[in-house]
């Protein structure tokens, strides 16, 4: 659910309110009963915390390592690559 801001008219009271997009805004203030303005907010941005999510985090180990066949059959071929030696 949204945070929506609000202030009072009347008192200048500002307080948040967590409300489903299609309810109606509030009307009066909690504190003395006036009229409310519904502020125009930035919404809430999105945070990532901690490393994140990637492809390679719910991978099996085994995916990274290449196989025989790989190795045997490198595209590149070249003399003294090492691009498809295994680690």
């Known amino acids: ?9 009347g008192c200048g009271f ?10 109606k805004p509030l009307q009066k203030c909690p504190k ?3 009229k409310l303005r519904r502020l125009i907010g930035a919404g809430s941005g ?4 901690g490393s ?6 719910y991978r099996k180990k085994e995916h990274n390592k290449p196989d ?7 595209p590149k ?7 498809c030696k295994p680690e």
């Open 46 to 49: 999105i945070i990532f915390k």
């Open 77 to 83: 071929g070249k003399a003294g690559c090492d691009a």
């Open 32 to 34: 003395c009963n006036k």
């Open 52 to 57: 994140g999510f990637y492809v390679t985090d």
């Open 14 to 23: 500002t307080f948040e309110a967590f409300q489903k997009m299609n309810d």
């Open 1 to 9: 659910m949204p945070t929506y801001d609000y202030e009072c008219l």
């Open 68 to 74: 025989a066949k790989t190795v045997n059959n490198c």
